[in-house]
């Protein structure tokens, strides 16, 4: 039960300082679910990200679903999953409720570029940090940038991406170009 | 059928077919909204303005507005909880599946082409609110400098606190953005 509440509690939290997508919340991750509670490893994370990408739903969600069901099962699973989107619910209704014209306040405008810039700085110290954990060789660096390219500057679906990129995962590995820990 | 559970039914079905993330159930509200009129077009427009600039991700937020729209925080609770359910039974069953086949040579393979790929899509978020942060749009036609400058003392931040949580980082940025009008 302690478990349950915690994770409840802790996705609370992320889905409370979450601005934006599923992608802007992984700072949070990085802090509540790899170094404080250590529910899972940066590693694993990723995985879960790739999945949450190609499965239907919301990312975050589906990565709190991840987290929750490997802690504690489906209870967990489901704990992870409410925590995170009960903030949502009490703030829309609130808002929802009670200031129809809010994001069009001034003060809310400025208050969000400002969180903007925060974001930005979470997110590019995030991505140098997965970077240097995850693209290990040449190979690595070359889906890295194939998938960049394609997901910037063109519109494949990012399915699609992610099917690539794990078939080109077993195509190098068998042609034995990527190693695990090489 | 009643309308609360055909709010419900429909946002289920968004939650199983809407892959990617929170842009991806924008096209599947706008069905729901021509379809059943419980909201109009500007209606949506305000929806997913508010939804942005909330907390949360944001198609939990979308969800919990339509819901609120028609039936208060009843109806912002069932709509919410018909958007996560499909995935939180999705994800259950593959994390269960993962479990027992995460030591299997090819799901090793498939994650070792993921890993790069999903450190792409990350980057891609970040130059993207990286750009729409400094700049406003891809057409560089502004310069934030206010921003450029908040950005800049961050990041000296962050490595000079490298385990401060993110949150403080976010709420230090709000309200410089208020103070200093961003």
């Known amino acids: 039960m302690k478990k349950l509440i915690q994770l409840y509690v802790s996705w609370f939290k992320m889905g409370l300082f979450t601005f934006g997508g599923g992608y802007a919340m992984l700072p949070m991750i990085q802090k509540e679910v790899i170094e404080k509670y250590h529910w899972a490893t940066e590693d694993e994370v990723m995985d879960y990200y790739a999945i949450g990408q190609c499965t239907p739903g919301v990312i975050a969600v589906n990565t709190s679903t991840f987290i929750g069901y490997y802690q504690a099962g489906v209870p967990g699973a489901i704990a992870a999953t409410l925590g995170v989107v009960t903030p949502s619910i009490i703030i829309i209704s609130i808002i929802a409720g009670l200031i129809t014209n809010f994001s069009s306040l001034a003060i809310v405008q400025h208050a969000l570029n400002g969180i903007r810039v925060a974001v930005c700085m979470l997110m590019i110290n995030a991505v140098l940090k997965l970077g240097k954990g995850n693209i290990k060789n040449k190979i690595g660096f070359l889906i890295f940038a194939v998938a960049l390219i394609f997901a910037m500057f063109t519109k494949v679906s990012t399915v699609l991406l992610v099917i690539g990129a794990g078939i080109a995962g077993v195509v190098f590995s068998r042609i034995g170009w990527l190693k695990k820990n090489a | ?182």
């Open chain 2, 1 to 182: 059928m009643p309308k609360l559970l055909l709010m419900f039914l429909e946002f289920f079905k968004t939650g199983l077919f809407a892959v990617g993330g929170g842009l991806a159930t924008i096209p599947f509200l706008r069905e729901i909204g021509v379809r059943y009129g419980w909201y109009t077009m500007s209606d949506l427009s305000t929806m997913i303005a508010v939804s942005e600039s909330t907390p949360g991700p944001m198609g939990v937020n979308m969800a919990s507005y339509v819901g609120f729209s028609q039936y208060g925080v009843l109806g912002s609770i069932v709509v919410t909880l018909g958007l996560v359910l499909p995935s939180l039974i999705i994800i259950c069953i593959i994390a269960n599946f993962l479990e027992k086949f995460k030591e299997a040579k090819l799901v090793q393979q498939i994650f070792a082409g993921l890993k790069p790929a999903v450190v792409a899509f990350i980057a891609v978020a970040t130059i993207d609110i990286l750009v729409t942060t400094l700049f406003g749009d891809y057409t560089f036609s502004t310069f934030h400098w206010k921003q450029f400058i908040c950005l800049f003392v961050l990041l000296a931040l962050s490595k000079y606190k490298p385990k401060l949580h993110p949150i403080w980082f976010i709420v230090a940025s709000a309200v410089v953005g208020i103070v200093f009008a961003f």
